[in-house]
């Protein structure tokens, strides 16, 4: 366990794990726990579609409410005209949906709704 002195005083406590090497947070600031969620899903191998879809349904409240962005939705819907695209899309939504999160749940339908109405007619299928 480490501590760093964040610049407001505040204790950060950062936590690593030898078994598996994977960096946990604690007390993290929102703002830096939202880069290192964009580090690990560039380190962990995600591509871009999967990171664009995990981004859009993370776990965290947009705003104080569950809702996602319209850039997002439209981004992914956009990308669902490509057929290795949509298998990703596709991978990850299920995931998602299978969770026991439910803002990812919700954030998950939303996308997936908006997909059904604006994106590639796979999803009718």
């Excluded at 879809?53 to 776990?59: D, G, K, P, R, Y």
């Excluded at 992914?76 to 026991?100: H, N, P, T, Y």
Aim: glycine share 4%; hydrophobic share 40%.
């Amino acid at each position: 366990m480490t501590l760093l002195q964040a610049s407001r005083g505040e204790q950060i406590k950062l936590a690593t794990s030898t078994r598996d090497n994977k960096l946990t947070v604690s007390a993290f600031p929102h703002r830096l726990q939202g880069a290192l969620r964009t580090v690990r899903k560039h380190t962990i191998g995600f591509t871009n579609v999967q990171s664009k879809v995990l981004s859009a349904t993370e776990n965290f409240p947009l705003d104080d409410a569950p809702f996602v962005a319209l850039t997002h939705k439209f981004e992914i819907a956009q990308l669902s005209w490509d057929d290795d695209a949509f298998e990703e899309i596709v991978d990850v939504l299920k995931k998602r949906l299978m969770g026991s999160k439910w803002r990812r749940v919700v954030k998950a339908l939303m996308v997936l709704h908006y997909c059904l109405q604006e994106g590639s007619g796979r999803f009718t299928v």
